[in-house]
């Protein structure tokens, strides 16, 4: 069964960057398509942004040209660049599988000045 670790949260004032990785682990990652997803308080999960396992990407609007996502397969590892971070972006994030899997503990993100 594939688990997944997040890292790279923290706080950052607005207009910010931060780097999430997700370390996977298991031999498949690079068959998954994978997703970033966010959680702010009082709200439902949402996805935020997906790769194929062959590079393809979208995002919601919300995060469009804002947002990279990308993947080193070689390393079981998922990324999420996050640029000109905003408030609205407060959230844990998550990163999973789709269909999803267990979820993993999440990172937190905070942008405030």
């Known amino acids: 069964q594939v688990q997944f670790v997040e890292s790279g949260g923290g706080l950052v004032q607005p207009g910010g960057s931060l780097r999430l990785s997700c370390a996977a682990s298991?031999?498949?990652?690079?068959?998954?398509?994978m997703g970033w997803y966010r959680q702010a308080p009082g709200k439902q999960r949402e996805l935020v942004a997906i790769?194929?396992?062959?590079?393809?990407?979208n995002y919601v609007d919300s995060v469009k040209g804002r947002f990279t996502i990308s993947r080193d397969n070689a390393k079981n590892t998922l990324y999420l660049q996050m640029n000109s971070l905003k408030p609205e972006d407060t959230a844990v994030y998550y990163c999973?599988?789709?269909?999803?899997?267990?979820w993993g503990q999440g990172t937190q993100v905070t942008v405030s000045s």
């Open positions: 999973n599988a789709m269909p999803n899997i267990d």
């Open positions: 298991g031999s498949i990652f690079s068959m998954y398509v």
């Open positions: 790769i194929t396992s062959h590079g393809t990407t």
